[in-house]
């Protein structure tokens, strides 16, 4: 059902039992490894036979063909390397990063989990919020689905285990540890035994992308996140929220990049950790990949007393802080390669719990919060949760967000409102719309909320000289018959802590016999790149000017709407020239092209509602 690979690759997990080297995977055998190099090849177009034929053609094996990205991966002969490189089809060529799990060695369930405690995930498990519905995928070195604090995170009926992409199986077992280290702290269960997650009740997809050494690669995680977007076709209606990223490397890829990116566009929440690179110190800017992506969270690692982990990476890309330092939290099995080993509690032979520090461990703590948000709202996008987490952090260190801990400590209590005042008050918005004579209009109630609650609508009174019906934002005013002149009706908005906020509707309503105007359209779009507080954003602006019989129109109110960046209506004033300008919001930038589309929806002066002549709609692609 979904896609299967060939692949070469490397990248590694980040606890803390010992340090592990990070460099590239290149190798077809004992006796050519020094002729090859494992490399990810990204074309202008899809690939298809002619590409195929041109990586081939230069000696290659191709292991993957992505369809998140347009780009093959394999192994490639090194001279061969610069003439690809010159094939006017060809975008990038780069090597295969490998990427390792980040690790650091050193009575009742919420005792044994510090961690949970200590980000206020305890205050809302016992207000009832445990993640239920959500699913997050866990990218690492697959996990113990059978152990006691686990089984019930997954969905064996379904038989949604998720992927073995080492293994090339349905069977993501872990052979490692990390990954089922990881899993407990996000989601261990709330049983009475042995340790509970942050989100006890959240459903886990185990997305094996690292070896039996805890070492992945680039192309393989491209494809663990290509299938993640296949699950989601398949599966509108109970998609993967968010992905857990306990893994790192100091090379960066742009394809691994592009493909966090589509991800991210379609609404998927990454969470990864910053890295065990940090000095005691504190100095230095390195944080690694992919939390070093504007489209993930990068997690460090804190201890009991708050300060943050003398490994853990510091850095302007440092989002958010959680618990790091000897953590405890489920393991594989009684064995542990890398360091101490693991011990089971008594009655419960089978049954392994290890502790370990890291980002590794820090990073599901964070991602365990944003699935008690989402379970909570399940309207809150991606961003909202993002937004809501860094909003709601208890700051450490520097005012604001610092290079040692990003906003600070991430606090599930307070992102979930459950702390009091923590909640800020919706914003409705007045507005007018114009009508003639026994003709309904349609009307877009907007409202904001600071906290990207939810909102709820509601009309509160009125209106004296029509209807309205419809629900939501999107409602229909319908005059009653004959009527002329002005009415008016208010609407209420809710937030999810019960905050409300009203604002007034005006409707002018123009008898039919009234003389129609009509006015023209000049609309120039034009789109910025710029680099904001280091990340990449991207915006487009319309001009709008309006004209009639040929004469710029001066004083006009002209409202409109951004389709992609924003549900909000916009309005503006024409100048002395006739024209207004809009803004989009600004949006990450990502490989692929962004289209931005401007609707003008009403041309006004004063009562005057004018007619608008021909296109309506406008479009730059960037």
């Known amino acids: 059902m979904f896609s299967k690979r060939l ?54 094996d191709v292991t993957n063909v992505f369809t998140i990205i347009p780009a093959i991966s394999g192994k490639l002969p090194a001279k061969a390397i610069e003439a690809l490189k010159n094939n006017p089809q060809v975008e990038v060529v780069e090597s295969d990063s490998v990427v390792h799990a980040l690790e650091y060695s050193s009575a009742n369930e919420l005792g044994n989990s510090w961690g949970v405690d200590h980000v206020n995930a305890d205050a809302a498990l016992a207000a009832g919020y445990a993640g239920e519905g959500v699913k997050v995928a866990v990218l690492d070195s697959g996990v113990n689905f059978n152990h006691i604090d686990l089984r019930d995170n997954f969905d064996l009926s379904a038989n949604e285990l998720g992927y073995d992409f080492v293994m090339d199986d349905f069977i993501p077992e872990d052979v490692y540890g990390h990954g089922t280290h990881v899993a407990g702290t996000l989601a261990a269960a709330s049983n009475g035994f042995g340790i509970v997650g942050v989100a006890p009740k959240a459903q886990i997809v185990a997305l094996r992308v690292l070896d039996e050494n805890g070492e992945g690669t680039a192309s393989r995680i491209i494809e663990a996140l290509q299938w993640i977007q296949n699950y989601n076709a398949a599966h509108p209606d109970s998609p993967i929220r968010i992905t857990n990223n306990s ?17 991210a566009n379609s609404g998927v929440l990454h969470i990864g950790s910053a890295g065990n690179e940090g000095s005691a110190a504190g100095n230095g800017n390195n944080v690694g990949y992919p939390a070093r992506y504007a489209s993930v969270v990068a997690v460090a690692a804190l201890d009991r007393n708050n300060q943050r982990a003398s490994f853990s990476s510091t850095g302007s890309d440092v989002e958010i802080a959680a618990p790091g330092v000897a953590v405890l939290s489920t393991w594989k099995d009684g064995i542990n390669a890398a360091g101490p080993q693991p011990f089971s509690f008594a009655g419960y032979a089978d049954e392994y719990f290890i502790e370990a520090s890291g980002t590794s461990v820090a990073s599901p703590h964070v991602a365990g919060v944003a699935a008690l948000l989402m379970a909570a709202n399940p309207s809150y996008t991606a961003e909202a949760v993002r937004s809501k987490m860094n909003a709601t952090a208890l700051d450490l260190g520097d005012a604001g967000r610092d290079k040692l801990y990003g906003y600070g400590l991430v ?25 003639t004579q026994n003709t309904s209009v349609a009307i877009t109630l907007v409202a904001t909320d600071p906290d990207s609650d939810p909102l709820t609508y509601a009309i509160a009174s009125g209106p004296a000289n029509g209807i309205v019906s419809g629900t939501g934002p999107e409602i229909t005013y319908t005059p009653n018959t004959n009527f002329t002149g002005t009415d008016t009706f208010a609407y209420e908005v809710k937030d999810s802590a019960g905050s409300t906020a009203t604002a007034t509707v005006t409707i002018n309503v123009a008898p039919t016999d009234a003389a129609a105007r009509t006015v023209d359209l000049v609309v120039q779009m034009s789109a910025t790149t710029r680099k904001i507080d280091k990340i990449n954003y991207v915006w487009a602006t319309a001009k709008v000017k309006v004209m009639e019989a040929g004469a710029q129109v001066a004083d006009a109110t002209v409202t409109g709407h951004w389709k992609e960046a924003t549900t909000g209506l916009n309005s503006g004033t024409t100048g002395a020239n006739g024209t207004a300008s809009f803004a989009s919001e600004k949006l990450i930038q990502s490989t692929e092209e962004r289209t931005f589309t401007f609707v003008v929806e009403s041309v006004t002066i004063g009562d005057a509602n004018f007619t608008l002549n021909g296109q309506t709609s406008y479009s730059i692609t960037k």
Not at 30 to 56: S, Y
Not at 247 to 263: H, M, P, W
Not at 411 to 435: F, I, K, M, R
Request: glycine share 10%; proline share 3%.
């Open 7 to 60: 692949y070469t690759a490397l990248f590694t997990c980040l606890f803390i039992f010992s340090h592990a080297s990070i460099g590239t995977a290149a190798s077809i055998s004992q006796n050519n490894a020094a002729d090859f190099e494992d490399v990810i090849v990204r074309f202008k177009d899809k690939p298809g036979q002619a590409e195929l034929h041109a990586f081939n053609g230069q000696g290659g």
């Open 247 to 263: 893994y790192g490397t100091g090379s960066n890829s742009s394809q691994l990049e592009a493909a966090f990116d589509v991800l």
């Open 411 to 435: 606090d599930a209590s307070s992102a979930l409102g459950l702390l009091p005042g923590t909640n800020n008050q919706p914003v409705a918005y007045d507005q007018t719309v114009e009508t």
